[in-house]
């Protein structure tokens, strides 16, 4: 993408240089360091190169009139020039997503990204009650008797919200304890919590250690109640107790954690063996996005759906079309991707080309969408490039998972995705810039003075001499009079 961009700048330099514009080679000018610092600065890890990947297929496909990637990418620009605003990343998925090792690498990439956008660890669950697999980077400690119920529990009736689990106790004295693992890569102490649960009259009440906390708020129609604490924390014990005999139980639907900083916070929603249908069983779904309002959500569900013999496409298309819904719901302006289904193999010896179907009807509701789509299927090579991935380690033996090497991979390759696409949105911002300031200039006078976009006002005169410093982003004029 850099040499894109810098051959673009050459086409302006060219254009300039022979009518004499001196307002566009300095607009020109000015745009290199920041366009290569971003380039060479956002990728600073190395990467195995693997020849049956199509590397060039690693982008976003979204049709450029898509409002809502604008809106995205704008935020995201504010977020990096300014530092204003948090901005929200959900990425949904079966066990490809509960394990948080690719979402994981999406959230450590884009925390890192432009110096730091750390914004907090984002939603967490005690999966671990549960009888399940916890993501890296916390862990619960639990006293009381537990219950659970996921969405993919078909005999199980019960209540659930965005994240598909729902964790339930009728002890009067049981507890929670949330500690953060030192060992992550940032710091997710953070100074609020949103415990998502059953509001009505039937439940539990929530105590924190009262020293801790300087606000606490139910949010009885959103379903959570908020705690805003007096400093940073990287543990939190909560009771849940009844304190009148109307009180029968509690149910916990998740807890969102973060900071007041700046910065991007991403959450991962995986239940392992989840299909559409699935989620679509979460009829909280769409109150606790609202609580969220996500910025982006990542769908990448459909393993599970497209696993053996009995799928069925349009039934599949019409259960995105409910859970696109229930997104726009809770933010009209959220941007989505929709993640295709990586190739595998049914019951590790069948080639599973339900893989390929899936691919079609995702390019189908993007388009009806207005979504983009990140095509892991193209990118991994195609129909049977999982025995590939699995000779090179990156797949496991079951030619559905991946290893945590080929998890990796996957979260650096969508992160680079979004980011060029971010990329492409300022590079075709910078070329309007320029179109616009060669329109007004015409014919202008040889002294005049010009606002550049995040800079300050200056005089030129025609007859100077420029000279870019390296590495800076200063512009020296001389006078050649």
Not at 143 to 155: A, D
Not at 170 to 177: E, G, K, Q, R, Y
Not at 417 to 423: D, F, H, K, L, T
Request: contains cysteine; proline residues 2%; positive net charge.
């Amino acid at each position: 993408m850099t040499l894109c961009y810098l051959s673009a700048l050459c086409g302006i330099f060219k254009d300039n240089m022979k009518n004499n514009n001196i307002y566009g080679i300095i607009i020109a000018l000015l745009l290199i360091p920041s366009i290569v610092k971003a380039q060479y600065m956002q990728y600073p890890f190395e990467q195995s190169y693997y020849s049956m990947i199509k590397y060039d297929s690693n982008k976003l496909k979204i049709d450029n009139k898509s409002t809502n990637f604008n809106i995205f990418n704008s935020k995201l620009e504010k977020l990096i020039s300014n530092g204003d605003g948090q901005i929200n990343i959900v990425q949904y998925g079966g066990s490809h997503i509960q394990a948080d090792v690719f979402s994981g690498e999406c959230r450590s990439r884009f925390q890192s990204f432009e110096g730091g956008q750390n914004a907090g660890r984002g939603f967490v669950f005690p999966y671990r009650l549960a009888h399940t697999n916890t993501p890296y980077g916390y862990y619960f400690r639990y006293t009381g008797s537990w219950e659970s119920c996921r969405n993919t529990q078909k005999k199980k009736t019960c209540d659930m919200g965005m994240a598909g689990i729902t964790a339930i106790t009728h002890d009067s004295v049981s507890t929670l304890t949330l500690l953060i693992e030192p060992e992550n890569d940032l710091d997710y102490s953070f100074n609020s919590i949103k415990i998502y649960h059953n509001t009505d009259s039937t439940s539990f009440d929530i105590l924190i250690d009262s020293t801790l906390w300087s606000s606490k708020k139910l949010f009885k129609e959103e379903g959570y109640t908020e705690f805003k604490l007096i400093d940073y924390t990287d543990s939190l014990n909560i009771k849940f107790v009844q304190l009148d005999t109307n009180q029968r139980f509690f149910q916990l639907f998740g807890m969102y954690i973060n900071n007041d900083f700046p910065g991007i916070v991403y959450h991962n929603l995986g239940i392992n063996g989840a299909a559409t249908r699935s989620f679509l069983r979460c009829n909280r779904m769409t109150k606790e996005l609202k609580s969220i309002k996500p910025d982006l959500v990542i769908f990448g569900i459909g393993i599970n759906d497209a696993y053996g013999k009995n799928f069925h496409q349009n039934k599949f298309e019409k259960n995105y079309d409910s859970l696109v819904a229930r997104v726009l719901e809770a933010n009209p302006n959220c941007a989505i991707v929709f993640a295709t289904n990586n190739d595998s193999y049914y019951r590790k010896r069948y080639v599973n080309r339900n893989g390929i179907t899936v691919q079609e009807s995702m390019y189908k509701l993007a388009k009806k969408h207005n979504a983009a789509v990140w095509d892991m299927f193209e990118i991994m090579g195609g129909l049977n490039s999982v025995v590939l991935w699995q000779r090179a380690h990156l797949s496991k033996r079951d030619k559905i998972h991946f290893t945590r090497t080929g998890y990796i991979l996957l979260g650096d390759m969508l992160f680079e995705a979004i980011i060029e696409n971010y990329g492409d949105f300022l590079q075709k911002k910078n070329k309007a810039l320029l179109a616009r300031n060669n329109t007004d200039n015409k014919g202008s006078s040889s002294i005049n003075k010009i606002q550049l976009r995040n800079t300050t006002p200056f005089e030129i005169n025609s007859n100077v001499e420029i000279s870019l410093l390296e590495n800076e982003n200063n512009i020296h004029l001389k006078s050649t009079e």
